[in-house]
Nanobody
Framework: QVQLVESGGGLVQPGGSLRLSCAAS????????MGWYRQAPGKQRELVAD???????NYADSVKGRFTISRDNAKNTVTLQMNSLKPDDTAVYYC???????????????WGQGTQVTVSS
């Protein structure tokens, strides 16, 4: 089994910054893509950013130039640096990872429990 544990959410004023972190642990052989998704009340979950094991990144248009995703393959962690936050960024943010199992060798998709980000004055 694999666990993804997020941290770093909270309340911030518009224009402020937050840093989200996610650590993966468990029966991990390797982690392929890792990413962050978000879900605002009444809306569908959407991709915010993802990153391949090799470091290739992909961002939603709404966050380009404001958010930066990075990862540490040795520590099985992924981080989302969020700057110039807007009220529209308010949502529950979820970590996601494609993990190759050390037991079966197969890839499985995992989600974290979510962390609330609220941008409000």
């Amino acid at each position: 089994q694999v666990q993804l544990v997020e941290s770093g959410g909270g309340l911030v004023q518009p224009g402020g910054s937050l840093r989200l972190s996610c650590a993966a642990s468990g029966s991990i052989f390797s982690i392929n893509a890792m990413g962050w998704y978000r879900q605002a009340p009444g809306k569908q979950r959407e991709l915010v950013a993802d990153i391949t094991r090799g470091g290739t990144t992909n961002y939603a248009d709404s966050v380009k130039g404001r958010f930066t995703i990075s990862r540490d393959n040795a520590k099985n962690t992924v981080t989302l640096q969020m700057n110039s936050l807007k009220p529209d960024d308010t949502a529950v943010y979820y970590c996601n990872a494609w993990v190759q199992s050390v037991v079966t060798g197969r890839r499985y998709n995992y989600w974290g429990q979510g962390t609330q980000v609220t941008v409000s004055s």
